[in-house]
């Protein structure tokens, strides 16, 4: 079975300040892929980014970092230097290669919510 | 610009009545997808096409229909028997080929309906 926890629910923070979005998966397929969407108040999701299982290297993009780590099935991301832009709603979303149908396994979701 | 367009924005259903939402993409995208998603969880797959002519049932498929006549439409009906159809309803769209796995779905902005 394949499966997504996204433990925290809501998230609060206050401008400028440093925060971890946790993703935990399960999946027994080998080669498989993470995701990262963001969901404005507007409502659209928002693709942030895209990590294979053979790629264990972090990545950072500007305030954005991902903490990718198989030996304890994470796939963490970190916003630095927050700001009020950043208030959304976050999903982690896992893709197993067994899977032919692109069919995305998405996490609870997280809300963020960055006060000024 | 070349995206998803999802309409309406918001919809009201009578008791006993179907309505019909929709998803046209301009991405020459193969496969596409209506996830359902519910206040506090995170999405769930209804319905799926890899190719024109076909679709699949997702997690949720009881009380709704599609059909794929176009590869840049992907209608959702919600027929009058899902009894709890008060939800956000997005489209998304993915590039097919190889590498298949690891395109991400793109999304529409959603459809917000409602039970009068």
């Known amino acids: 079975a394949q499966k997504v926890t996204q433990a925290q629910t809501e998230i609060s923070v206050v401008e400028k300040e440093d925060v971890t979005l946790d993703c935990v998966y399960e999946?027994?397929?080998?080669?498989?892929?993470l995701f990262w969407y963001k969901q404005p108040p507007s409502g659209e999701l928002v693709f942030l980014i895209r990590?294979?299982?053979?790629?264990?290297q972090n990545e950072i993009s500007g305030r954005y970092s991902w903490n990718f780590q198989k030996s304890t099935s994470s796939f963490n991301f970190t916003i630095t230097a927050s700001q009020v832009v950043d208030s959304a709603v976050y999903f982690c979303?896992?893709?197993?290669?067994?899977?032919?149908?692109?069919?995305?396994?998405f996490g609870q979701g997280t809300t963020l919510q960055v006060k000024p | 610009d070349g995206g998803i367009t999802q309409s309406p924005k918001y919809l009201f259903r009578k008791e006993g009545q179907n309505v019909t939402l929709s998803c046209e993409q301009n991405?020459?995208?193969?496969?596409m997808y209506w996830y359902r998603q519910d206040p506090g969880q995170g999405l769930r797959l209804i319905y799926y096409?890899?190719?024109?002519?076909?679709?699949q049932k997702g997690d949720i498929a009881e009380g709704y229909s599609v059909s794929r006549e176009k590869k840049e439409s992907f209608p959702l009906t919600v027929t009058s028997a899902q009894k709890n159809p008060t939800a956000f309803y997005l489209c998304?769209?993915?590039?097919?080929?190889?590498?298949?796995?690891?395109?991400?779905?793109?999304f529409g902005d959603g459809t917000r309906l409602s039970i009068l």
């Open positions: 999946t027994r397929d080998t080669t498989y892929y």
């Open positions: 991405l020459n995208h193969d496969a």
């Open positions: 096409s890899q190719i024109v002519n076909d679709f």
């Open positions: 979303a896992l893709l197993g290669d067994s899977s032919n149908t692109g069919k995305l396994i």
């Open positions: 990590r294979n299982s053979f790629d264990e």
């Open positions: 998304a769209s993915r590039q097919t080929g190889q590498p298949t796995s690891n395109q991400p779905q793109h």
